[in-house]
């Protein structure tokens, strides 16, 4: 069972590795546009674990979701870290968001906060994220160059 537990996590980064290796040939064609993707780690306390997920799906999602229909964002998804029984850990959640642009990442959220949650400040938002989560580590991951 213990092999079990520490072949599960080290198959997403080899499944990747290995899907790097792969002719592009068998793959689909690139986008006209490369996304950026914002990787953000969260640690959440456990006994807020239930605040920080009601702020995700009832506060963010919306707001996300506005920002998708406006075309500023592509994606937004949320992922809970599994880790092995007795390792240390860094994340609870990850939090992805893709991009058309890393000028798009800069976007002002108050208009959107504004439209989605008008009878929420911008200052009670900010309040109630930083009191639900910790953001451990953020990462931009963009395509540097195309192989031709």
């Known amino acids: 069972m213990q092999i079990r537990r520490l072949a599960v996590p080290a198959l997403v980064p080899t499944a990747f590795l290995l899907g790097t290796l792969v002719n592009t040939g068998f793959t689909q064609q690139a986008a006209a546009t490369t996304a950026i ?21 009832e506060i963010w999602k919306p707001m996300h979701q ?8 592509r994606s937004w998804t949320v992922y809970a870290v599994r880790y092995p029984a007795g390792s240390k850990r860094d994340c609870d959640y990850n939090v992805v968001n893709t991009y058309n642009s890393i000028t798009d990442i800069d976007r002002p959220l108050a208009p959107i906060a504004a439209k989605i949650h008008p009878n929420m400040p911008i200052s009670e938002l900010a309040r109630q994220t930083f009191s639900a989560r910790e953001l451990v580590r953020g990462e ?3 395509q540097v ?3 031709q």
């Open 66 to 73: 506005e920002r998708i229909k406006q075309g500023i964002l």
């Open 37 to 57: 993707v914002e990787v953000a780690c969260m640690k959440v306390d456990p006994l807020k674990n239930a605040e920080y997920l009601r702020l995700e799906h």
């Open 140 to 142: 931009l991951w963009y």
């Open 145 to 147: 160059d195309q192989a």
